[in-house]
Structure formats: C-alpha cells, structure tokens
C-alpha cells in the first residue's frame, strides 16, 4: 500500500517563474492538505483540498492555488515566484473530515 | 491566529538520559498530535491526544494533553541515537481538519 508521494523531490526555479507540484495522497484518503514548511520552522497550512474543491485556506496570497482530481491526487501552483517561497512543500493526507494525516517526503523548491 | 509554542527550540543530550519537550498554546484544540521528522523528509506521526489529561505511551515515549486541551507535553526516557530529529506538535480546532505546527524542537541523541 503506497503512501502519499510527491513529485518532483527537488526543484530549482528562477524568480518570476511559475511552478506545479503533485501530490497522491495515501489509498482510500480523499482529503489533500498542503503545507509549506521553511527552513528551521513548522510546516504552515496553505489549503485543504476534498471533493475536488478547496475547503480550507490558510493566510497565503492567490499566487499560490491548487487543484484536486477525480482520483484525488492533487496539484500545487505557485505563481510569479519569490525567494521567499523556497521551502520544503508537504502534502498531506487525509479521510474526510479527520484529522490524522500522512504527510509525503515532500517537495524541496529552491527560487534563485 | 492559533499558535503552538514550543520548548526547548534545541536539546543536546547524551544517550540514557531523559527529556521532556512541551508545547503551549493560548487555544484550545480538539486534538493535538506529534509528529518527528528526519531531514529531507515529511513528518511522521507518533501519537494523537483527543481528551483533556489523557496520558499515551509509545514505547519510550511519553504524551500528555493538559486538562484545558491548550498544552502538552512529550517525555522521552532513556534517550537512544535512533530518537535524533525535529520534533513537532500540531493542534486541530474543533471544527476543521487542517493542522496548526508549533515551532519544533530539534533533539540531538549523541553516544
């Protein structure tokens, strides 16, 4: 039984790009929560994904927007990007409403 | 704005010995969960406390959620090498799923 994988696990991009991260959650999840954690502190909610729609935001600018499949794997999307948006990306996931989660290994975005 | 504090930022300790680690909030949470994570990877989770004073053991390891649900606490006993990593609490509010982190304390288990 997989995990939740992320894909890529490394990315370098320059400011100004726009870039696309994938997430598919854990068998039988249908919740995608992402989560962008920089380096030396906790991971920071950016939004929740289920039933193809975003439930939940946290405090991050519309650059950042996502997406939720039929299967529900799902896609972050950062655009115009800044060097403050390197970080670790997580993708976490989830069943319904509860509130135990599965993170993947991550995606590492580097923005020169 | 939620927030979960955590203490200490940074532990070196020797291998036997014990710790304890705590995370403070002035809100209170539904339930509160630890994770560890090694670098280059995502959290794991260790344990999930839902009821006020509850007290959960994993092995080692030691969890309580304070009466109020605002706080907790992660003991570790006899400290082993393998125990090395970023340790992090996160609190759910009552009605949501998404997870807020404290700051992580990173421990350090040398021989």
């Known amino acids: 039984d997989a995990g939740v994988t992320q894909s890529p696990t490394h990315l370098i991009k320059t400011r100004g790009q726009q870039v696309t991260l994938r997430c598919s959650p854990k068998?039988?999840?249908?919740?995608v929560s992402w989560y962008q954690q920089a380096l030396g502190q906790g991971p920071q909610f950016i939004f929740q994904?289920?039933?193809?729609?975003?439930?939940q935001r946290g405090n991050f600018p519309d650059r950042f927007s996502g997406h939720q499949f039929p299967n529900y794997s799902s896609e972050l999307n950062v655009n115009a990007l800044l060097l403050g948006d390197s970080a670790l990306y997580l993708c976490?996931?989830?069943?319904?409403?509860?509130?135990?989660?599965?993170f993947g290994q991550g995606t590492r975005l580097t923005v020169v | 704005t939620q927030l979960l504090e955590q203490s200490p930022q940074f532990l070196s300790i020797q291998e036997g010995e014990n710790l304890t680690v705590y995370c403070n909030s002035s809100?209170?949470?539904?339930?509160l969960q630890w994770y560890r994570q090694e670098p280059g990877e995502g959290p794991v989770l260790l344990v999930t406390?839902?009821?006020?004073?509850e007290v959960k053991k994993l092995k080692r390891l030691t969890f309580q959620f304070g009466d109020a649900r605002k706080d907790s606490s992660l003991h570790i006993t006899a400290a082993q090498p393998g125990d090395t990593g970023l340790y992090l609490c996160?609190?759910?509010?009552?009605?949501?799923?998404?997870?807020?982190f404290g700051t992580g304390t990173r421990l350090q288990v040398t021989l």
């Open positions: 976490a996931s989830s069943l319904g409403r509860m509130v135990v989660a599965f």
């Open positions: 068998s039988g999840h249908d919740t």
């Open positions: 809100s209170v949470f539904s339930s």
């Open positions: 996160a609190g759910a509010p009552g009605t949501a799923s998404k997870l807020t």
């Open positions: 406390v839902v009821t006020g004073g």
């Open positions: 994904y289920y039933e193809e729609e975003e439930r």
